[in-house]
C-alpha cells in the first residue's frame, strides 16, 4: 500500500513539472513574438480566427447574440467560453485572458499525452514534453486564442479515457468536441468504428447519442437566432491569404509549389509537413495490421489523414495553406510511433532542436504574419 502510494505521488509530481515546464516552453515562444516586433498583445491577435473566437467570448453569456455575429458561427463556442470564464481573473480583459487560457490547456495537452504514452513507452515524460515544441506548427498556434489547444485536448482525454475502458468519458469527451470544432466528428466516427464494428461493444451507441445532444442543442439555438440551420457554414473565395492561384487538394500541394504567391520558405516547410505527415500514416497503416496495441491510433489517424487529401478551401491554395495546421490532431500518436522506442539521449536531442525550430518558426511567421497580415 505504502508503495503504491509513494508511486502515486511520483506520479502526480511528474504530471505538474511536465505542465510547468511544457508551460514555460509555450510563454518562451509567445515571448518570441515580442521579440519579433514591437507588439503588443492586442496586437497579435489581429489574426482572423483570433478575433473571431475573441469576439464569441465577448457575447457570452448569450453567445452569437451581437449584432453581426453570422460570420462567426464558423467558429464554434467551447473554446470562446473558456475565455470568458477566464476573463474575470484579468479584469475581463479577454486578450489576456484568450492567451492564458490557450497557454494552459495546451501544456495540460501533453500532461494527458504522457498518461497516455506511458501505457506504451518508458520515455513517456521526455515524448510529451517534445509535443509542447513540435510540430512546430502546434508549437505556434497553441499559445494564441485558437480552438487547437481544448480541441486536441479532449481528443486525448478521449483516447485516455478509451484505454482505461471508461467509456462515458470516452464520448463526453467527443462530445464537447463536437463543440470545439465540428471536424469532432471524424473522431466520432473513428472511435465508433473501432467500438462497434471492430469489438463489438454496442452499448457504446447510448453513450455515443447522450454525448452528441449538446451539438445538437447548440445548433438549435443557432437556428432559433438566425432562423437557418448553420450546419457547416460554407463561405465564398475570401482571398487574401498569399499564393495567387485557387486551387484543391492534392492538386493544391502542386500548385501551391509552383506559386509565384509563395516563399520558398513556407513550400519547404509544407512539404517537410506533408512529409513527416505520411511517414505517420504510413506507419498507422502498418500497426493497423500488425501490432493491436496500436489499433485505436491507427483508426484515429487513417480515416483522418484521408479526409484531408478531399476538402475544398474556400482561398487561395488553400490547402497548402492549412495542411500543416490541419493535422495537428493526429501528431501526438505519431509521436508515440515515431519516438517512443528512441533512447533518451536521442529524444533530448529531438526537444533541444525542437525548441530551437518552434521559436524560429514562430519568430519567422510573426514577420510574415506583418507583412501578410495572417498567421502562417
Known amino acids: 500500500m505504502t508503495h503504491g ?7 502526480l509530481k ?14 518562451m515562444i509567445l515571448g518570441t513574438l515580442f521579440l519579433t516586433a514591437d507588439c503588443s498583445l492586442s496586437e497579435l491577435v489581429k489574426f482572423a480566427d483570433v478575433k473571431s473566437y475573441l469576439k464569441i467570448a465577448g457575447s457570452y453569456p448569450l453567445p452569437y447574440g451581437m449584432e453581426g455575429m453570422e460570420v462567426n458561427v464558423r467558429h464554434y ?10 476573463s474575470p ?25 504522457y498518461l497516455i504514452a506511458r501505457q506504451f513507452t518508458k520515455r513517456a515524460f521526455l515524448l510529451s514534453l517534445i509535443f509542447a515544441v513540435i510540430p512546430a506548427k502546434w508549437a505556434q498556434v497553441s499559445v494564441y486564442p485558437l480552438s487547437e489547444s481544448v480541441f486536441v485536448l479532449l481528443l486525448l482525454l478521449a483516447v485516455y479515457y478509451h484505454l ?15 463543440l470545439a470544432r465540428p471536424l469532432g466528428v471524424i473522431f466520432l466516427f473513428s ?55 485557387f486551387s484543391y487538394p492534392l492538386s493544391g500541394l502542386i500548385e501551391g509549389i509552383k506559386d509565384q504567391g509563395f516563399l520558398l520558405a513556407r513550400k519547404t516547410y509544407t512539404l517537410v ?44 491554395n488553400w490547402w497548402m495553406l492549412t495542411l500543416p495546421r490541419f493535422l495537428i490532431p493526429v501528431a501526438p500518436f505519431g509521436l508515440i510511433f515515431l519516438l ?9 536531442v529531438i526537444l533541444g532542436v525542437g525548441t530551437a525550430w518552434a521559436i524560429a518558426y514562430a519568430a519567422g511567421s510573426h514577420v510574415i504574419h506583418l507583412i501578410h497580415g495572417r498567421i502562417v
Not at 171 to 176: D, F, K, N
Not at 294 to 308: D, G, K, M, Q
Open 5 to 11: 502510494l509513494c508511486d502515486g505521488e511520483m506520479t
Open 77 to 86: 463556442p467551447l473554446f470562446p467560453f473558456l475565455v470568458w470564464v477566464a
Open 191 to 245: 472511435f465508433l468504428l473501432t467500438d462497434v464494428l471492430i469489438e463489438k461493444r454496442f452499448f457504446v451507441l447510448k453513450y455515443a447519442v447522450v454525448a452528441m445532444a449538446p451539438f445538437f442543442v447548440f445548433h438549435g439555438y443557432l437556428f432559433l437566432l438566425f432562423q437557418k440551420f448553420m450546419f457547416f457554414t460554407h463561405y465564398g473565395k475570401s482571398g487574401g491569404w498569399g499564393g495567387s492561384v
Open 14 to 27: 511528474k504530471e505538474f513539472l511536465l505542465f510547468f515546464l511544457a508551460a514555460a516552453l509555450k510563454t
Open 164 to 178: 482505461k475502458e471508461h467509456y462515458w468519458g470516452t464520448y463526453l469527451s467527443l462530445g464537447m468536441l463536437l
Open 340 to 348: 517512443g522506442q528512441l533512447k533518451e539521449k536521442y529524444l533530448y
Open 273 to 316: 509537413a506533408f512529409g513527416f505527415y505520411s511517414v505517420i500514416f504510413a506507419f498507422a497503416v502498418y500497426h493497423a495490421f500488425n501490432n493491436e496495441k496500436y489499433r485505436l491510433f491507427s483508426a484515429l489517424i487513417i480515416p483522418y489523414f484521408i479526409f484531408t487529401l478531399f476538402l475544398k478551401g474556400s482561398s487561395h
Open 89 to 113: 481573473f484579468f479584469g475581463g480583459n479577454l486578450v489576456y485572458a484568450g492567451f492564458f487560457t490557450a497557454i494552459s490547456i495546451s501544456a495540460l495537452c501533453s500532461v494527458v499525452l
